[in-house]
Nanobody, 126 residues
């Protein structure tokens, strides 16, 4: 059974930091790129970051560059999203997703991913 389970969301004040985790099972993790996406109330889902399967190259959207860091631990079948200096506009449900792409590379602008997690809520408010 394929599963992607996000965890680590919560309620934080602006400027605080948070690390999200995405635990994968039921598929060959090493052959998949992993992406993080988010959806704010009343807004369309948008890509945030992704990391490739082979060379661990990373991609970030402009709004999070310099603040967010994506990483993966293939031995643990887990991907992380470290979020620093959080802003109210970061408030959203955050989803991780897996894309079969064993040759490497990843994308966030066209999120045609194979598997999706259930999401975890991140709320940034003073």
């Amino acid at each position: 059974q394929v599963q992607l389970v996000e965890s680590g969301g919560g309620l934080l004040q602006p400027g605080w930091s948070l690390r999200l985790s995405c635990a994968a099972s039921g598929f060959t993790f090493n052959n998949y790129a992993i992406g993080w996406f988010r959806q704010a109330p009343g807004k369309e889902r948008e890509g945030v970051s992704c990391i490739s399967s082979s060379d661990s190259s990373t991609t970030y959207v402009d709004s999070v560059k310099g603040r967010f860091t994506i990483s993966r631990d293939n031995a643990k079948n887990t991907v992380y999203l470290q979020m620093n200096n959080l802003k109210p506009e970061d408030t959203a449900v955050y989803y991780c997703a897996a894309d079969f792409r064993p040759a490497g590379g990843c994308y966030v602008t066209r999120p045609k991913y194979n598997y999706w997690g259930q999401g975890t809520q991140v709320t940034v408010s003073s």
